[in-house]
């Protein structure tokens, strides 16, 4: 089953505390990202990578570190939380057709609050 | 600067039919479309490409004008299970991904 999966589901750290949420996904895709989601704001794009060791900063970068060592795995490093950080986080992977993007699939979600 | 949604909210009975517009201020070369249930992911409906392009499936369908920067999400006959938060998206740059302002349906029995 073609699948993005994402661990934790939910997450309760304190300030400061490092943080990793994994991503994985299974269709062998180029294209993953990280996005958050926060009541108002909508989903935005952290951080995405066209490919292994190929990352770049989306809208919302700050505070956030990613890396893509393997095609199929896309974690999500937190290196000092704060609060500000409280979020839904989705991890998304999908393919690229020439210049336009295919399918988006995302991951079940990973809710995090940071005290 | 992120797509923006009109209108941002709508309440409908079952069986009515709604309009969902998504306007870019950057030229758009394709844009998606996600429904979204609350406390779960986005799900993919829809991609259109550049050249005027209408697509659809069951009773949801879709625009897309280049020249006028703008995508139109079309439900018919609206079902119970339409309900949702729906949100266009686009390829902006170099890759970087952008979600619009997002419209909440609401569909009564």
């Known amino acids: 089953e073609a699948q993005v999966t994402q661990n934790p589901r939910y997450l309760i750290t304190v300030t400061g505390k490092k943080l990793t949420v994994t991503c994985s996904q299974n269709?062998?895709?180029?294209?993953m990202s990280w996005y958050r989601q926060d009541p108002g704001l909508g989903l935005r794009q952290i951080y995405y990578s066209m490919n292994v060791e190929v990352t770049d900063k989306g809208d919302v970068p700050e505070g956030y570190k990613v890396s893509r060592k393997e095609k199929r795995n896309f974690p999500l490093i937190l290196e000092s939380p704060s609060p500000n950080q409280t979020s839904l986080y989705f991890c998304?992977?999908?393919?690229?057709?020439?210049?336009?993007?295919?399918?988006?699939?995302f991951g079940p979600g990973t809710r995090l609050l940071v005290l | 600067q992120q797509p923006v949604q009109s209108p941002q909210a709508v309440i409908l009975r079952e069986g009515e039919d709604a309009v969902i517009n998504c306007s870019s201020s950057?030229?758009?070369?394709?844009v998606h479309w996600y429904r979204q249930k609350h406390g779960e992911a986005p799900v993919f409906l829809m991609i259109?490409?550049?050249?005027?392009e209408q697509k659809g499936h069951d009773k949801i369908s879709a625009s897309f004008n280049e020249k006028k920067q703008q995508s139109s999400l079309y439900l018919t006959a609206s079902q119970l299970s339409y309900s949702g938060t729906y949100f266009c998206?686009?390829?902006?740059?170099?890759?970087?991904?952008?979600f619009g302002t997002g419209t909440r349906l609401k569909v009564l029995a």
């Open positions: 259109l490409l550049k050249g005027g």
């Open positions: 998304a992977s999908s393919s690229f057709g020439g210049v336009y993007q295919e399918t988006q699939y």
């Open positions: 269709m062998n895709h180029e294209y």
């Open positions: 950057k030229a758009l070369y394709s």
């Open positions: 998206g686009t390829v902006s740059g170099t890759y970087k991904y952008i």
